[in-house]
C-alpha cells in the first residue's frame, strides 16, 4: 500500500519539515536536513507576529484554541507533560496536518491558528508555531516494527536529522531473520523488520523514543508501518514463513511460540504504557482496517493513525468492517488521525466522501486530513458548523438509514452512502445542503481560497461512494 511522496528540493538555509503524502512505508523519512522547512528568517520572526492571524476559529473546525481539554479518556493518559492537550473536537471538525513544508511568516500564522497540530519538525519550526499557538500539537515521526533502511534518516535529537542504524545494527538479535538467517527487508522500501520479542530490542524502542521525544519537545508518537498484516505484502518474498495470514496463525520461535500479532499485542501494550508514564501517546499507523484476516486488537495503545479510511474504492463489506473498528476506537475516547488524499484539489466528491465518514465516527478526540499536492492545504467544508452529534453509535447498522448511514447533530445532519449505487432519501423537513467551491494550497499571502453555498431541499439523492451535509 506504498504510496509515492512528495519531495521538497532542499534549500539553502532551511530548517528541515520534509512534506510528505502517505506513510505506509519509510521513505517518509528520507529528506536530507534542509530538504525543505520553514526558512531560518520566519522561524526567528514568528514570535513578533504572534497577534496575526492567530485568532480563535471554532467555526472552521480546526482552531486549536477552540477546545483545550486533555485526552483523557479510554486509555490515552491525560494530556502530555507539556501541559498541551490533543483538543476536544466533539463539537469540531478537527485538522491534524501531516507534515508540513516550508512556510513563511503569513503561512507559519495560518498553520497555527487553523490546524490543531502536525508532525516531523525539528525545533525551530516548532517553536515558530508554538510562538503563535502555544497549544499547537507537533508529533515525533518513528517506525514501529521496522529499523529505518541504513541511507534513510529521522530526526534524531529534535534539531538534525540521522540514523541510528550504526548503533542498532551491532545488535544481531534485534533483527528479525527468515529461515535463512538472514535479515528481513521490506520489499517496498529496504527497511528492515526487527525481532519484536527480543528484550533488548523493545528495551532500546522505548529509551530512544522517549529520549527523542523529549529533546524534539513532541506530544506523542506516531509510528509508522504498524500493521501485522503489512507482513504479508512486503516480507512474503524476504521470508516467506510471512506469507498469507501467517501473522495470525502461525506460531514463531523467535517470538517464544507466539503468532507475530500476539507478540505485537504484547509488545505495544507494554511500550504505550511505558510511553505513557511520561505523558507520550503512542499513535500506530494501522492502515484502514480492511484486512478481512487481522484480528490484531488496536486498541492497545492510545490511540491510531488509520491512514486511507473510507476509501472510494473499498466494497461495502469492506467499508463496514472499517468503519466499524472506527467506531469502536471512537467509543474508547481514543485518540484517532483519519488520513487519506486527493488526486486533484478540485474533487469535490472524494473531499465531501472523506468529510462526511469523518463525521459518522468523530468522537472527542477525532482528527481529519487530506489533501491533494501537500500537506498545507485548506478546504471550505472544514469551516461547515454542525455542533456535537445528538448521538453516537456502537456499530454502523446503528447509523443505517433509508439506504445510507446518517448521523445527526445539533445543526444539520450527514448522510454517506458507500454503496455502488445512488440512493435518494426524504429528508422529512427542508434543510440546507452544503456546496463546497474552491479550497487547496494555503498561498503565500497565507490566505485560503474557496466557499460555502447553500440549497434549501427536502429530499436528496446521494450519489455512489459519496456523502451530502446538510444544514438545518
Not at 252 to 281: H, K, M, R, V, Y
Not at 372 to 400: F, H, K, N, Q, R
Request: glycine residues 10%; contains cysteine; negative net charge.
Amino acid at each position: 500500500m506504498a504510496i509515492m511522496r512528495r519531495l521538497l528540493s532542499a534549500l539553502p538555509l532551511c530548517i528541515a519539515a520534509l512534506a510528505c503524502g502517505s506513510h505506509s512505508s519509510d521513505s517518509a523519512t528520507g529528506a536530507a536536513p534542509g530538504a525543505g522547512g520553514a526558512s531560518a528568517g520566519a522561524a526567528g520572526s514568528a514570535g513578533s507576529n504572534a497577534g496575526s492571524g492567530a485568532s480563535s476559529n471554532a467555526g472552521n473546525g480546526g482552531a486549536p484554541g477552540a477546545a483545550g481539554v486533555a485526552a483523557g479518556g479510554g486509555g490515552q493518559g491525560g494530556a502530555p507533560t507539556s501541559g498541551r492537550s490533543f483538543p476536544d473536537t466533539n463539537a469540531l471538525i478537527a485538522i491534524l496536518s501531516d507534515q508540513l513544508p516550508t512556510m513563511n511568516d503569513a503561512q507559519l500564522a495560518f498553520a497555527a491558528s487553523h490546524y490543531v497540530g502536525t508532525e516531523k519538525q525539528l525545533l525551530p519550526v516548532t517553536h515558530a508555531l508554538r510562538a503563535l499557538n502555544p497549544n499547537f500539537l507537533v508529533l515525533h515521526y518513528h517506525l514501529s516494527m521496522w529499523q529505518s533502511a541504513p541511507t534513510t534518516d529521522f530526526i534524531v535529537d529534535g534539531v538534525s536529522w540521522g540514523n541510528d542504524y550504526p548503533s542498532v545494527d551491532t545488535h544481531e538479535s534485534w533483527f528479525w531473520h527468515n529461515a535463512s538467517n538472514q535479515r528481513v527487508p521490506s520489499n517496498a522500501d529496504g527497511k528492515l523488520l526487527m525481532n519484536i520479542a527480543d528484550s533488548g530490542f523493545q528495551q532500546y524502542w522505548a529509551t530512544s523514543l522517549a529520549a527523542q521525544v523529549a529533546a524534539g519537545e513532541y506530544d506523542g508518537v506516531f509510528f509508522d508501518s504498524a500493521s501485522p498484516a503489512l507482513l504479508q505484502g512486503e516480507c512474503s518474498n524476504t521470508d516467506p514463513r510471512l506469507a498469507g495470514t501467517a501473522a495470525r496463525d502461525t506460531q514463531f520461535s523467535e517470538l517464544g511460540n507466539q503468532s507475530f500479532i500476539s507478540a505485537w499485542q504484547t509488545w505495544i501494550s507494554a511500550l504505550n504504557a511505558a510511553l505513557l508514564a511520561q505523558g507520550t501517546p503512542l499513535l500506530p499507523n494501522t492502515s484502514a482496517f480492511v484486512t478481512g484476516w487481522d484480528n490484531t486488537d488496536y486498541s492497545l495503545s492510545a490511540g491510531a493513525f488509520v491512514e486511507g479510511f473510507a476509501d472510494r474504492s473499498f466494497a461495502v463489506s469492506d467499508w463496514q468492517a472499517s468503519t466499524n473498528e472506527l467506531l469502536k476506537l471512537s467509543a474508547l475516547d481514543k485518540i484517532v488521525i483519519l488520513q487519506n488524499y486527493l488526486g486533484d484539489s478540485v474533487d469535490v466528491a472524494t473531499r465531501l466522501y472523506y468529510l462526511g465518514n469523518y463525521l459518522l465516527v468523530k468522537g472527542h478526540h477525532t482528527y481529519l486530513d487530506y489533501f491533494a499536492g501537500g500537506p498545507l492545504e485548506w478546504y471550505p467544508e472544514w469551516e461547515i458548523a454542525l455542533g456535537a452529534p445528538l448521538s453516537a453509535a456502537a456499530s454502523v447498522s446503528e447509523l443505517a438509514a433509508s439506504g445510507v448511514y446518517r448521523r445527526d447533530f445539533a445543526n444539520g445532519s450527514v448522510l454517506v452512502n458507500p454503496s455502488a449505487a445512488p440512493v435518494t432519501v426524504a429528508l422529512g423537513g427542508t434543510y440546507q445542503r452544503v456546496v463546497p467551491t474552491g479550497g487547496g494550497v494555503v498561498d503565500a499571502s497565507g490566505m485560503p481560497s474557496g466557499s460555502l453555498t447553500q440549497q434549501a431541499t427536502s429530499s436528496v439523492m446521494v450519489a455512489a461512494t459519496s456523502a451530502e451535509i446538510l444544514l438545518k
